[in-house]
Nanobody, 118 residues
Framework: QVQLVESGGGLVQAGGSLRLSCAAS????????MGWFRQAPGKEQEFVAA????????SYADSVKGRFTISRVNADNIVYMLMNSLKIEDTAVYYC???????????WGQGTQVTVSS
């Protein structure tokens, strides 16, 4: 069993930055691929970024490529997502997910709100 707790969300002006954190608990957490997803009001949940268990492979949605960076520190069981040059359309609840493969997630966090203002 893996539990995920997100933090780091908040209110930021367009062009600003935030760093989200996802703390994972559980013996096998460091062996899982991790991903970030988001859901804006009235919209479907969408993929944002993912990282392989050892950090050697990353993947990004086109909408955030070049602005967001996903990373992980397995010793601390934490995954980060640094979000730069934030846009109003980045406003959403951001969820952390873990699973045996990138695209195969079985554990989800409760989410953290990110609001980007003009």
């Amino acid at each position: 069993q893996v539990q995920l707790v997100e933090s780091g969300g908040g209110l930021v002006q367009a062009g600003g930055s935030l760093r989200l954190s996802c703390a994972a608990s559980g013996r096998t957490a460091s062996r899982y691929a991790m991903g970030w997803f988001r859901q804006a009001p009235g919209k479907e949940q969408e993929f944002v970024a993912a990282i392989w268990w050892d950090g050697t492979i990353t993947s990004y949605a086109d909408s955030v490529k070049g602005r967001f960076t996903i990373s992980r520190v397995n010793a601390d069981n934490i995954v980060y997502m640094l979000m730069n040059s934030l846009k109003i359309e980045d406003t959403a609840v951001y969820y952390c997910a873990a699973g045996p493969g990138m695209g195969n997630y079985v554990y989800w966090g409760q989410g953290t709100q990110v609001t980007v203002s003009s």
